[in-house]
């Protein structure tokens, strides 16, 4: 009987041990995704380094300072004699608030802002080309506005959501050709290139449009999260300005070691309502973070994330040192919105979604 009861348990125990190794190799399956970025947003201090920019130059600035000779000459270089034209180029996804905001802190200093936008996203998937049926919302810098739609397609096998990105970057290089082209000689055309959420300050671009900074220069943007209540400090560089030439190109990638600090705030998945998060959580280049699993686009989640101050993608932070990694896992939300866009500020109640305290988006 003995030998027998003595089977029976290794028996339980080899079907336990089966099916438990069964259920852990199913979980790696299904999110295997997940675990490799876990690896390696943990370990990514070990053996990884920000490619950012390294030769941050002071940025010096008061209200009520002009951007003139002396101004020029703190940061280090003179003051411009020629006639500069200042164009702003955006690809636009759905952000119609962030726009607003943007074009009204650069309406003083910008000449033109170039939009691209497309019926599909990066991904492939249908959109609504948010800009053009909204563009009566834009209609005081309707003068400045140069608008080129881009028809979307649905990806071809071998093709990737960086292909598409590509493709609409290089046809904000065609626009830009086709419209400085046309500039009187002797025009300097000073370029920003960024995504619409860096937003660079006015006083910023006044200062670039005074002063000539050289070729090129990466603007160091105040980085946040969801709304101006969740910062993640100085760490955001890919903006930048260009002295357009017969070889610039549009770009949101490194092109020189030099960056302005402190020049303006990138707002990260600011959005007002949560189907935009969907949207973007699915369209963009990073789509590829949902690694299969739905519930991450489910409405409740995102709100709590929102309001939370979580990774959207319930992913580690993509820190450089440790330090960042663990301050940046348990953000603690601002009560200062000081030094944010002024227009922000000026129409609080309608940006409230925006600004400290006003986490909760409509569904």
């Keep these: 009987m003995a030998p027998i009861i003595r089977r029976t348990r290794s028996n339980v125990i080899l079907l336990f041990s089966f099916l438990f190794c069964t259920v852990i190799l199913y979980l790696i399956v299904q999110n295997q995704y997940q675990l490799r970025n876990a690896l390696s947003y943990a370990t990514r201090p070990l053996w990884d380094s920000d490619s950012g920019p390294k030769d941050i130059i002071p940025h010096y600035h008061a209200e009520g300072l002009k951007a003139d000779a002396h101004t020029c000459q703190l940061h280090g270089w003179e003051e411009r ?181 402190d020049s303006g705030w990138h707002c990260s998945y600011c959005f007002r309502t949560i189907p935009e998060y969907v949207v973007k959580m699915r369209g963009f280049s990073h789509a590829d973070r949902i690694g299969g699993r739905i519930d991450l686009l489910d409405p409740k989640r995102i709100q709590n994330t929102i309001c939370k101050g979580k990774d959207i993608f319930g992913m580690l932070p993509e820190a450089y040192s440790y330090l960042d990694l663990f301050s940046q896992m348990s953000l603690d939300p601002l009560t200062s919105a000081v030094g944010l866009p002024r227009y922000l500020l000026e129409n609080a109640e309608k940006f409230r979604f925006l600004l400290p305290g006003g986490c909760v988006r409509k569904e």
């Design 81 to 261: 004699r020629n006639n500069v034209r200042v164009l702003d180029a955006v690809l636009m996804s759905s952000e119609l608030d962030l726009l607003e905001i943007r074009m009204n802190e650069l309406d003083a200093v910008v000449d033109y802002f170039l939009i691209v936008e497309s019926n599909a996203t990066f991904t492939g998937l249908p959109k609504e080309t948010y800009f053009a049926k909204n563009r009566a919302r834009y209609a005081k810098f309707e003068r400045k506005i140069i608008y080129r739609f881009l028809p979307g397609y649905p990806l071809q096998p071998g093709q990737s959501a960086w292909d598409s990105e590509a493709h609409t970057r290089n046809t904000m290089t065609t626009l830009l050709r086709s419209h400085i082209g046309g500039f009187p000689s002797g025009t300097q055309s000073v370029v920003l290139m960024s995504d619409i959420d860096e937003i660079p300050s006015q006083h910023t671009v006044e200062l670039l449009k005074a002063c000539d900074f050289g070729t090129s220069i990466h603007l160091q943007l105040r980085n946040f999260l969801y709304s101006f209540e969740w910062y993640l400090g100085l760490s955001s560089w890919r903006a930048s300005a260009n002295l357009w030439n017969s070889d610039s190109f549009y770009r949101h990638s490194k092109s020189g070691e030099r960056v302005l600090a």
